[in-house]
């Protein structure tokens, strides 16, 4: 894979996107198209590359890199998703950013990329939960994926479960994105906490298609 070719002191979205083409690969391309069919523009740009590049970046702050909205390919998203992972800011700022990137998601591994980058939730668990409910009630299948695949990530806990269950027997089930994560999330807690989830799932409200998936 090719190093960094630029000084990031100056964030340019022209000399990133030149960054990220260089680092292309066409047999890792067609492998991760098949898998994400339904992706935006992809060059073939493997994921630790993007993480390497997007820890060079966030040293910088680079918050109007972040809020510009010039993403040709499904590289540049997952980036600027990776990056504000890692940005050191006001909490609220950084949710401000989280919400903005929601938008951007279109496929599952933007989506399930994002939520595992923002650490930060594990630490801050009272507010980042309230943050997620209004994606939950969205109109669009990938925020609501998104929500549910940060609760999985961060909120399957002792304290959380119970409300964690409930959530997700309530979802709607019309999207399969959706039911795929709702079941992976049950799956996560039949595995920490099988005796209570298998209760629940004796009297859920799932549907067929989600509750096969779960199990």
């Known amino acids: 894979m090719n190093k960094c070719r630029f000084d990031l002191c100056e964030i340019d979205p022209w000399k990133i996107r030149a960054e990220l083409e260089g680092m292309a690969e066409e ?20 994921l630790p590359g993007l993480r390497k590049l997007a820890a060079k970046i966030a040293v910088f702050n680079p918050l109007s890199y972040l809020k510009s ?15 504000i992972g890692l940005l050191k800011i006001d909490q609220e700022e950084q949710l401000e950013l989280v919400a903005h990137h929601v938008k951007r998601i279109t496929d599952w591994s933007l989506c399930d990329s994002f939520c595992c980058s923002l650490k930060f939730a594990s630490k801050s ?5 309230e943050f997620l409910m209004p994606f939950l009630q969205s109109e669009h299948p990938f925020s609501v994926r998104f929500a549910v695949v940060m609760l999985m990530d961060y909120f399957i806990d002792a304290e959380h479960l119970d409300s964690v269950l409930s959530i ?4 709607p089930s019309d999207n399969y994105y959706v039911s795929m994560a709702t079941a992976w999330a049950l799956s996560t807690c039949f595995v920490r906490f099988p005796d209570k989830t298998m209760r629940f799932l004796e009297v859920s409200h799932l549907d067929d298609d989600t509750y096969g998936r779960t199990l």
Not at 125 to 129: A, T
Not at 168 to 171: C, H, M, V
């Open 27 to 46: 047999k890792y391309r067609n492998f991760a198209q098949a898998l994400i069919p339904d992706s935006a523009q992809m060059l073939g740009v493997r």
């Open 168 to 171: 997700l027997d309530d979802l």
């Open 125 to 129: 668990q009272g507010r980042v939960w």
């Open 69 to 83: 909205d010039d993403e040709k390919y499904f590289e540049e998203t997952m980036l600027k998703g990776f990056v």
